[in-house]
């Protein structure tokens, strides 16, 4: 446990190339095409921001069994949605587990791979589709210095290292679970919604130069780590997880956000 006290968590994003129009066979099957689904992250902002393409959102949520997000942090995710998207024909979760793989530690490729076996939602008509991966394991990319949270890794799909959120949640000096969750899912959201300058863009001068694709408001969901552990109680210091800040808010708006 007492390493704990020296690591920082952070979320992170990993771009995954994108699909070409050479992929279209290997893409489309049964009537439905994973393309739009398989794009940077980012490129899909205004898509989930504004209603003008799609007029409703769907989330997969899969994760492995016993590691299921609680119903606290699935709420203050679809009230995220709800405050930042135009969705009139509404937001709909599913939920569904699947079995261990047996494995401690994941690329990403390996969660990407988890996806093209078990994702069931893709775009269809005026729904847009966001995939969510729980995961029982680790990120290959922690070390005794960082530990990743969450990573967005394509226009449309997010993984949530749920055993480690778990491993630094509901101990004493810790955050509540369902908050921590909940920060990670909407930060990573987040990044789907192209924040920060990755999809859409800035309205003023606030990306954190340090850490690219970051909000350089320390109190902003898109501020770039949550520092651990007394510092993420400080960061997480409500009832609700952080929201993002008056700059965050205001590039959102202007790429079809509410
Ligand atoms: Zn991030
Ligand atoms: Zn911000």
């Known amino acids: 446990m007492k390493y704990k006290i020296?690591?920082?968590?952070?979320?992170?994003?990993?771009?995954?190339?994108?699909?070409?129009?050479?992929?279209?066979?290997?893409?489309v099957a049964n009537g439905i095409n994973k393309i739009g689904n398989k794009q940077t992250t980012g490129s899909s902002a205004n898509d989930i921001l504004s209603d003008t393409k799609f007029k409703s959102i769907i989330i997969e949520m899969v994760y492995v069994e016993g590691f299921e997000p609680t119903a606290n942090a699935i709420d203050s995710f679809k009230n995220f949605i709800s405050t930042t998207c135009n969705k009139p024909e509404g937001i709909t979760v599913i939920k569904k587990s699947i079995p261990s793989l047996g494995d401690t530690e994941y690329t990403i490729e390996e969660i990407a791979d988890i996806e093209e076996t078990n994702r069931t939602k893709y775009n269809n008509g005026q729904q847009i589709a966001i995939w969510i991966f729980f995961a029982d394991g680790k990120s290959d990319k922690d070390d005794n210095v960082t530990v990743v949270l969450g990573t967005a890794y394509r226009n449309t799909s997010f993984v949530i290292f749920e055993e480690t959120v778990r491993s630094f949640s509901n101990s004493p000096f810790e955050?509540?679970?369902?908050?921590?969750?909940?920060?990670?899912?909407?930060?990573?959201?987040?990044?789907?919604?192209?924040?920060?300058?990755?999809?859409?863009?800035?309205?003023?001068?606030?990306?954190?130069?340090?850490?690219?694709?970051?909000?350089?408001?320390a109190s902003c969901l898109m501020y770039w780590e949550a520092?651990?552990?007394?510092?993420?109680?400080?960061?997480?210091?409500?009832?609700?997880?952080?929201?993002?800040?008056?700059?965050?808010?205001?590039?959102?708006?202007?790429?079809?956000?509410?």
């Open 227 to 258: 520092v651990s552990p007394s510092g993420l109680n400080g960061f997480l210091n409500g009832s609700s997880p952080p929201q993002l800040d008056a700059q965050c808010i205001a590039d959102l708006r202007a790429n079809g956000g509410k």
């Open 175 to 217: 955050p509540n679970r369902s908050l921590l969750e909940a920060t990670v899912i909407n930060h990573e959201f987040g990044h789907l919604l192209g924040l920060t300058n990755f999809g859409t863009d800035l309205q003023s001068p606030h990306e954190d130069p340090e850490h690219p694709r970051h909000c350089n408001a």
């Open 6 to 27: 020296l690591v920082t968590l952070i979320f992170t994003l990993i771009i995954l190339q994108s699909c070409s129009k050479d992929d279209d066979i290997n893409n």
